[in-house]
């Protein structure tokens, strides 16, 4: 890997620091070519602190070590891309990111949907939502949508229309997130449930 250190006048280049499971970005720091090369040996980011003017491992006073997962750098090379594995938040006030945001999953489009889905659940009564509906009719009516739905997925993975079988499948998708929802979990419990079967290892 080549990294243009020289091109700053500071000897230093920034670092961004990525959750390698959830993708969020947890901090940016910098590193000189010491900082990078103790990075590579012990497997813990390291940075060159400006303030403290020594190199710098993160958790090395709290414990919240950056277990480096994969380095990559960009197309000039001159900045930095760390997915880690955090050991704790990477915020020294305590929060999951140096932006206040709490590390958690994020899936697109099927965040905003169980966000919605949770809007519904917590006013039943809205009378023209469908999702609404469901909640009303309660856990034995949503279960036995989540079956049917998964038996017409079945029955289109047979056929050799794919938009139907789509179709079928964001159907399941859909009533599962609403039986996720009123069993009180969420896209990421069973997110972590599959993460717990896996073993997950950097040098994996």
């Known amino acids: ?10 000897s230093l280049v920034p670092a961004i620091i990525q959750d390698s499971l959830t993708k969020n970005v947890l901090m940016l720091g910098y590193m000189n070519e010491e900082a990078f090369s103790k990075t590579q040996e012990t497997g813990k980011v390291t940075f060159f602190s400006r303030s403290k003017n020594r190199l710098w491992t993160k958790g090395e006073e709290t414990g919240n070590y950056m277990n480096v997962v994969s380095i990559k750098n960009d197309c000039d090379n001159d900045s930095l891309l760390i997915q880690v594995k955090p050991e704790g938040p990477a915020c020294h006030t305590g929060t999951d990111t140096c932006w206040g945001d709490k590390n958690r999953s994020t899936f697109g489009f099927l965040s905003y949907l169980e966000d919605v889905i949770e809007d519904r659940k917590n ?9 609404a509906s469901l909640f009303r009719k309660g ?21 050799d229309n ?4 789509l179709n079928e499948s964001a159907d399941l998708m ?29 040098n994996a």
């Open 1 to 10: 890997m080549i990294i243009d250190f020289k091109k700053y006048a500071n």
């Open 123 to 131: 006013d039943k009564e809205q009378q023209s939502s469908y999702t």
């Open 139 to 159: 856990i034995n009516k949503i279960a036995q949508k989540v079956g049917e739905e998964a038996v017409e997925v079945v029955i289109e993975a047979k056929d």
């Open 162 to 165: 794919d938009l139907a079988f």
């Open 174 to 202: 859909f009533h599962f997130m609403v039986l996720l929802q009123v069993k009180g979990f969420h896209i990421r419990d069973v997110e972590k449930t599959l993460q717990s079967r896996h073993k997950y290892d950097r």
